[in-house]
């Protein structure tokens, strides 16, 4: 009696370390694959300048995780600011002297065809289409530096072969005789009136500047320093070879768009010294309006088709006739 009570016992224990065994198998299982990465890691840089590139983009992105969303972003005393999301977009902007804002927006041919470029007048997310006049669509248009504060005007090319100068007005537009022109400089003015320098960051150069501003007469001042840069990004671009610097003002505050190859972070210039705004690249800016777009992206950095838009007034509100 005694040894059928041991036996039972040992079968007892056994049974009890099998099972033991089994789940603690299980577990290191799922463990396991708990542990995987959700996809497959990207492959390693090939090159010392592409592990560069990958580790500065990361930083980038990072950078841009980090910064205030569009609902938390203060822009001072006297603005106002919204914020939507849309499939709308919105490529360039224009701000004229009475605070419209016309913009160029892109529509792209999903299965890979021609772009087709549009005209209109942006209010608190809403766009006023411009009509111009064309058979074919146009491929481009920019603002040129012939605007002025009261007109943008307009290189458009169409595919048809032809390219045309349009100054706009809010009642219409004009056709003007054609010339070779460049982009506008706008985007790259500060608050004083100056033109904003970054110096090419491929060409060795010992100045410990970023960017200077320059005033009509071509003299130079800096402004930020390269330490600045560094420590207000938190090291993020300290491998990059090179990083765009944009100027913008607005409502009398300085504003320097920074980024490589992603949307960017959007930083407020006071004294040499730099404050994150908020994440995106500035389209458009001057005294009275601000527009930043930041592009939605999904889990693995893929493209939405989504675009999240910050547009800002500085009262008193401009009054718009749309």
């Known amino acids: 009696m005694r040894l059928k009570v041991i036996s039972r016992v040992w079968i007892g224990l056994a049974t009890i370390t099998a099972v033991a065994i089994a789940i603690f198998a299980l577990h290191q299982h799922l ?30 992105r990072w950078l841009e995780l980090a910064a205030p969303p569009y609902d938390r972003v203060s822009l001072g005393p006297g603005t106002r600011a919204v914020y939507y999301r849309t499939n709308a977009v919105i490529e360039g902007g224009y701000v004229t002297s009475n605070g419209l804002l016309y913009v160029t ?31 074919s669509g146009y491929s481009s248009i920019d603002f040129s530096e012939a605007s002025t504060a009261v007109s943008p005007v307009i290189s458009a090319s169409d595919y048809d072969g ?16 054609y010339r070779v022109l460049k982009g506008t400089l706008q985007n790259a003015m500060l608050s004083t009136g100056e033109r904003c320098y970054q110096p090419p960051t491929y060409q060795p150069n010992n100045t410990p500047y970023d960017l200077f501003a320059v005033d009509a007469f071509g003299r130079q001042r800096p402004i930020l320093a390269k330490a600045e840069l560094l420590s207000a990004t938190r090291g993020a671009f300290r491998e990059l070879t090179f990083v765009s610097l944009s ?4 409502n009398g505050q ?5 980024n490589s190859d992603g949307e960017g972070v959007v930083y407020r210039l006071t004294g040499g010294r730099l404050t994150l705004v908020t994440r995106g690249t500035i389209v458009a800016a001057a005294q009275s309006r601000m527009l930043i777009r930041y592009q939605v992206v999904g889990p693995q950095k893929e ?13 008193p509100n401009p009054v718009h006739r749309m």
């Open 303 to 315: 493209a939405t088709g989504y675009f999240d838009y910050l547009e800002a007034f500085a009262r």
């Open 105 to 135: 927006t892109l529509k792209a041919d999903p299965v890979g065809g021609p772009e087709y470029w549009s005209l209109g007048l942006l209010n608190a997310g809403q766009i006023q289409p411009i009509l111009l006049p064309t058979r």
């Open 162 to 177: 032809r390219n045309s100068l349009f100054a706009l007005y809010p009642q219409g537009v004009s056709l003007l005789p």
């Open 31 to 60: 463990f396991a694959r708990s542990a995987e990465p959700p996809f497959p890691p990207p492959p390693s840089p090939a090159t010392a300048f592409e592990a560069r590139e990958y580790v500065s983009g990361r930083g980038e």
């Open 254 to 258: 300085d504003y320097i768009g920074v």
């Open 247 to 250: 100027c913008h003002n607005f």
